[in-house]
Every structure is written in C-alpha cells, then in structure tokens.
C-alpha cells in the first residue's frame, strides 16, 4: 500500500525550514535523505511522522541519539512496557526475544536502566522498540551515527535482514552516502529547506542533476566504495 504526504511545510522562528514537500512512499520501499547539515532533512522526518500518524499510518521513529529515546532514571524493562502498552499490544516475550536476538542485544540486562547498556546496545534497543508494533513506516534519523563503525555496519546489516521481505517501508536520514548506496533503493535530497531531487539510488550516484547532489556524489563512486 502507498502512502502519500502532500505539502508538508514547516516554519520555525519567522522562517521557513521546509517548503511544501509532497511524496509517496511505497510498501517496504527503502528510501534515503540526504542532504547539507540544516538542508531540512530531521524536519521533514519529523513533518512525515507527524502528517503520516494524523492519516492513521502507524509510523515508529529512532532519533539519532539513544538519549532522545531512553529515560535515564527508568529501566529498560520499563521502556519495552511502555513501548507495548502505547501500542495497545500485549506484552509478548516470544517477540521480544526475536527482536533482541536479531539485533544482538538478547545478553542485555532488562533491569538496568539505559547507562548500564553501551551505546551500542541502547540504540539497537530503541530500534528494537520501534520495530514492535511492525509499523508501517519506519523513520531513521541518522540511527548509527552515535556508534562506532565496526557496530553501525553490524546494526545496519541486523535492520537490513530484520526488515527484508517486510511490508515496512523505511526512510533512513543520512550523512553517509556509502550506508544509502547499501541500504536504500531510493535517494531524497535536499537543500535549503528544499527536495531537489527525488530518484533511484543508482541513477543519483551515477547521474545526480541537481548541483547539491552533484556535489554530493562529486569525491567518490559511493557505488564502488559503499563505506
Ligand atoms: N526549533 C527550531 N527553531 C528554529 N530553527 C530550527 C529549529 N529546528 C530546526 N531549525 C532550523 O531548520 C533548519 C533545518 O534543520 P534540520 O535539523 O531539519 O536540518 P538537518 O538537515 O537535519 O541538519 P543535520 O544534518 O545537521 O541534522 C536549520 O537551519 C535549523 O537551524
């Protein structure tokens, strides 16, 4: 099923930080955004969150920092539970442990609050947390660039095999173009509160029309070099 955003625009502070934005997303489609630091990219996540729940999508969102997520004064065991119970979802151990398992956090200690998991785990674990419910669409705010990149590389693969076959359709805000090149089939990029150029990933790379993303592609063949 397809899910459609129509003239998505935020103002902040007197200025416009996203001008109106349309798109479509598919069923399990993996799409990429991509763009300058301040280019709108978080905001247009945040506007796609909001505008997609409001239409009734159920939409799970994994910000870039594990803190943005996590309580430090509760227990992991106490996220998961909220987590389910906002879903409206028994609590079902079966899942937990697949999940857990899937993104390598089954040694993880539930009764610990967030800072007795590493980083690694906490973020894996708020991945985890967004993918209970098998949302619709998944929104990725830079998900591995709070890890180091022998673990985001694992955490990438672990999201890729999680969500292979899925109805779950992903859009994975990034810096790293190599991580779009592996992961995503198609590339948003943006500029200046804009979309500039909304195509398939291998005609980006190698084709890009826009001057943002020609300058984005201009150092590297990140289909040659991926990370
Ligand atoms: N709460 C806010 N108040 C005022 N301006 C804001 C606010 N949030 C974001 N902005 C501005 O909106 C613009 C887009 O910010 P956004 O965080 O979406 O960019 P981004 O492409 O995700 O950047 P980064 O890659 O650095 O995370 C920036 O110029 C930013 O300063």
Redesign the pocket.
């Known amino acids: 099923m397809k899910r459609t955003v129509s003239g998505l625009s935020?103002i902040?502070?007197g200025?416009t930080?996203?001008y109106p934005t349309s798109l479509t997303i598919a069923a399990g489609e993996r799409i990429g955004v991509v763009?300058?630091?301040?280019?709108?990219?978080?905001?247009?996540?945040?506007a796609l969150v909001d505008d997609l729940r409001q239409q009734g999508v159920r939409v799970a969102h994994v910000p870039?920092s594990p803190d943005e997520a996590l309580d430090p004064l509760r227990s992991m065991a106490f996220h998961w539970n909220e987590a389910t119970r906002a879903l409206g979802l028994p609590q079902d151990k079966n899942l937990q442990q697949r999940l857990f398992k899937a993104l390598k956090i089954d040694h993880g200690d539930l009764r610990k609050r967030p800072w007795g998991w590493s980083r690694g785990m906490q973020q894996r674990f708020v991945i985890a947390m967004a993918m209970i419910g098998a949302p619709d669409v998944l929104v990725m705010?830079?998900p591995t660039s709070a890890l180091d990149p022998i673990v985001a590389v694992r955490t990438m693969v672990l999201l890729d095999e999680q969500l292979r076959g899925s109805s779950t359709a992903m859009l994975l805000?990034t810096?790293d173009l190599g991580l779009a090149a592996q992961y995503v089939t198609r590339l948003l990029v943006?500029d200046g509160?804009r979309l500039v150029e909304d195509s398939p990933t291998r005609t980006l790379l190698e084709q890009p029309q826009s001057k943002t993303a020609k300058s984005l592609c201009a150092h590297r063949s990140w289909l040659s070099l991926p990370c």
Do not use: F, P, W, Y
């Not at 763009?35 to 945040?46: E, I, M, P, R, Y």
């Open positions: 935020v902040r502070a200025r930080v996203l763009g300058a630091s301040g280019s709108g990219k978080s905001t247009l996540g945040h870039q705010d830079e805000i810096h943006m509160g």
